[in-house]
Nanobody, 126 residues
Framework: QVQVVESGGGLVQPGGSLRLSCAVS????????MNWYRQAPGKERELVAT???????DYADFVKGRFTISRGNAKNTIYLQMNRLKPEDTAVYYC????????????????????WGQGTLVTVSS
């Protein structure tokens, strides 16, 4: 019932900027934190930035001062503003939502929510 959709990826030159968007939709869920991860070819997936339900933010060292995670006006929407991009930022970027959700219309059960989008490709190259 919970869907995560990213958008905004593309090709950009070194030093350029991109803004990624993530929207979570569905029903019967509650989000405690949302994260941006990325994964380059042949590399492990790594955490880029996180924002909690009280709007506390944190960043990986390799993006501090360049990337900003923020919440949108729409419910359960976040952005990742990426500035001064480097070739090593090239990766598929994934949005991740953490929280809880319930399933069932007559009997209901609460589950841990760990939802992922399909990813959006960011390529930084001349």
């Amino acid at each position: 019932q919970v869907q995560v959709v990213e958008s905004g990826g593309g090709l950009v030159q070194p030093g350029g900027s991109l803004r990624l968007s993530c929207a979570v939709s569905g029903s019967d869920f509650s989000i405690s934190a949302m994260n941006w991860y990325r994964q380059a070819p042949g590399k492990e997936r790594e955490l880029v930035a996180t924002i909690t339900s009280d709007d506390s933010t944190d960043y990986a060292d390799f993006v501090k001062g360049r990337f900003t995670i923020s919440r949108g006006n729409a419910k359960n929407t976040i952005y990742l503003q990426m500035n001064r991009l480097k070739p090593e930022d090239t990766a598929v970027y994934y949005c991740n939502a953490i929280g809880t959700y319930s399933s069932g219309t007559y009997f209901t059960t609460t589950f841990a929510l760990d939802a992922w989008g399909q990813g959006t490709l960011v390529t930084v190259s001349s």
